[in-house]
DNA sequence: CCTGAAACCTGTCTGC
DNA sequence: TGCAGACAGGTTTCAG
């Protein structure tokens, strides 16, 4: 579900409000319970439920596809949503959704709910978030992520360019859906090796990467089924799940194949088969 | 270093 | 209608 834009608008919502999700800044936890032990990755469920009450969650934001609250004491809860999950924050009298994996019950009444059908999502108490993000490539929408600094993560690299831009090391917050959107926007085939690519190829995946995922937060966001009223993007897309349609941009008929166990969808007449 | 397969899970949709 | 199979926005681990 979530790539880099949903769950920066997620990070938003719970930061500031909006869209009839409530803030969560500054809120005080009272209690956590785990419902489904593998939500917690680190530490023990038990140790995760005791190590909660009285913590308050100073600020909340995002890193890649991370959501990162920030609590006293220098801990912080490191939220990975994976394919299915979700935050909703509702009145703690009310029932609970029906995947709901993990809750903290908030001193104001509220209580913020993890959803996750598919029990993907993982997280994590720490006071190191580096042993848990240090992995992650450079933000896509930081003002230091150049063209060069693109270049440099590709240099040397044989692997196809779609499989590149899904590995959170090379770049951090690019998903299935974006980087079939950035490829077909740069008029680069997926299959195309990263280290073919001509500098003006790179600057134009550069602009291309830039440009979906600020477009996705813009429209809050592909996806429609979480706690804001999101997901407009999913109209806008140009590719992604569009195969056997007409490409907007030439009138040839949208391809399906697989890359690195992905489903990846291309126009072949955008972007051109690689000689090889 | 690179690729592919499998695993972790549930829900939904398609085709017979 | 029923049922098998494919597929889903992600990541990790392992084999070759």
Same mark, same amino acid.
């Given at each position: 579900?979530?790539?880099?834009?949903?769950?920066?608008?997620?990070?938003?919502? *719970?930061? /500031?409000?909006? +869209? =009839?999700?409530? %803030?969560?800044?500054? $809120?005080?936890?009272?209690?956590? &319970? #785990? !419902?489904?032990?593998?939500?917690?990755?680190?530490?023990?469920?038990?140790?995760?439920?005791?190590?909660?009450?009285?913590?308050?969650?100073?600020?909340?934001?995002?890193?890649?596809?991370?959501?990162?609250?920030?609590?006293?004491?220098?801990?912080?809860?490191?939220?990975?949503?994976?394919?299915?999950?979700?935050?909703?924050?509702?009145?703690?009298?009310?029932?609970?959704?029906?995947?709901?994996?993990?809750?903290?019950?908030?001193?104001?009444?509220?209580?913020?709910?993890?959803?996750?059908?598919?029990?993907?999502?993982?997280?994590?108490?720490?006071?190191?978030?580096?042993?848990?993000?240090?992995?992650?490539?450079?933000?896509?929408?930081?003002?230091?992520?150049?063209?060069?600094? *693109?270049? /440099?993560?590709? +240099? =040397?690299?044989? %692997?196809?360019?779609? $499989?590149?831009?899904?590995?959170? &090391? #090379? !770049?951090?917050?690019?998903?299935?859906?974006?980087?079939?959107?950035?490829?077909?926007?740069?008029?680069?085939?997926?299959?195309?090796?990263?280290?073919?690519?001509?500098?003006?190829?790179?600057?134009?995946?550069?602009?291309?990467?830039?440009?979906?995922?600020?477009?996705?937060?813009?429209?809050?966001?592909?996806?429609?089924?979480?706690?804001?009223?999101?997901?407009?993007?999913?109209?806008?897309?140009?590719?992604?799940?569009?195969?056997?349609?007409?490409?907007?941009?030439?009138?040839?008929?949208?391809?399906?194949?697989?890359?690195?166990?992905?489903?990846?969808?291309?126009?072949?007449?955008?972007?051109?088969?690689?000689?090889?």
């Amino acid at each position: 579900m979530p790539e880099l834009p949903e769950v920066e608008v997620i990070a938003r919502a *719970l930061r /500031q409000g909006g +869209r =009839g999700a409530s %803030a969560i800044r500054g $809120a005080r936890v009272r209690a956590a &319970r #785990v !419902l489904w032990p593998r939500t917690v990755a680190e530490p023990t469920p038990a140790a995760f439920q005791s190590l909660w009450p009285g913590r308050t969650i100073v600020d909340v934001g995002r890193r890649g596809k991370f959501l990162r609250l920030y609590l006293d004491d220098g801990w912080h809860a490191l939220v990975h949503l994976r394919m299915s999950g979700d935050l909703v924050v509702q009145p703690t009298g009310i029932a609970l959704p029906r995947h709901a994996r993990l809750y903290l019950d908030l001193d104001d009444g509220r209580r913020l709910v993890f959803n996750d059908p598919r029990k993907f999502g993982r997280w994590w108490l720490t006071r190191d978030p580096a042993a848990v993000l240090g992995h992650l490539g450079p933000e896509p929408l930081d003002p230091a992520f150049t063209p060069a600094v *693109l270049a /440099q993560r590709l +240099r =040397g690299r044989r %692997a196809r360019i779609k $499989a590149l831009l899904l590995d959170q &090391r #090379v !770049l951090a917050g690019v998903g299935n859906i974006y980087a079939d959107e950035a490829l077909h926007r740069a008029g680069l085939h997926p299959l195309r090796r990263a280290a073919s690519l001509t500098a003006a190829e790179i600057t134009a995946l550069w602009r291309a990467l830039r440009a979906v995922l600020q477009e996705g937060i813009a429209r809050n966001g592909t996806s429609i089924d979480w706690m804001y009223q999101g997901g407009a993007y999913q109209q806008h897309l140009r590719v992604y799940g569009r195969h056997g349609q007409v490409c907007y941009t030439c009138g040839e008929r949208i391809q399906r194949l697989r890359v690195a166990q992905r489903s990846t969808h291309f126009c072949p007449r955008c972007q051109p088969r690689p000689a090889e």
